[in-house]
């Protein structure tokens, strides 16, 4: 006679880290008290998600943005702009060197569904290669583009009178 074999269940997959809003993130968590009501984003594979001052921020996680990509970055903003709704959305183009106009297509279409949801999208980082592109195109005259990212995060530093 056979030996009884147990059964169980396939052990559920490590979330990697740095990957979207995670349910195991310790309570206290900027982004579980931004996201108090318990709906929190999936895993990412093209976004890195975290939170700081009240703010979101979306770093791209790779360098090029080519047409295979698109539709997966679609997925992950469309999901991401639906969690932070009225909030601001701050996207961390740094890492990217490379981008089409299709990958452009989708941070405007992104802007204006942020907006639709009564919520802000700056851009931050940009490369000057990247940067060049958005002039020449005259993109950055639809986006509130800063350097970086703590560039635009509210200032928290207390300030005395008379000191800029």
């Not at 030996?3 to 396939?10: F, L, N, Q, R």
């Not at 996201?35 to 999936?42: C, H, N, R």
């Amino acid at each position: 006679m056979r030996p009884a074999v147990a059964i169980h269940p396939p052990a559920k997959p490590a979330r990697p880290s740095g990957g979207g809003i995670a349910e195991d993130r310790p309570r206290g968590s900027p982004l579980l008290n931004l996201y108090a009501e318990g709906v929190l984003v999936e895993d990412y594979q093209l976004l890195d998600v975290s939170a700081v001052a009240g703010r979101t921020i979306a770093r791209l996680t790779v360098r090029e943005i080519e047409e295979t990509k698109i539709q997966d970055l679609t997925r992950e903003f469309g999901s991401l702009v639906e969690q932070v709704g009225a909030g601001t959305l701050l996207v961390d183009l740094g890492t990217v060197s490379f981008l089409t106009s299709s990958s452009i297509g989708v941070l405007i279409a992104m802007l204006k569904r942020t907006r639709a949801h009564g919520g802000q999208m700056k851009l931050c980082g940009l490369r000057p290669e990247i940067r060049e592109l958005f002039a020449i195109t005259q993109i950055d005259r639809v986006f509130e583009i800063h350097a970086r990212v703590e560039d635009a995060l509210p200032d928290t530093t207390p300030r005395q009178m008379g000191n800029p």
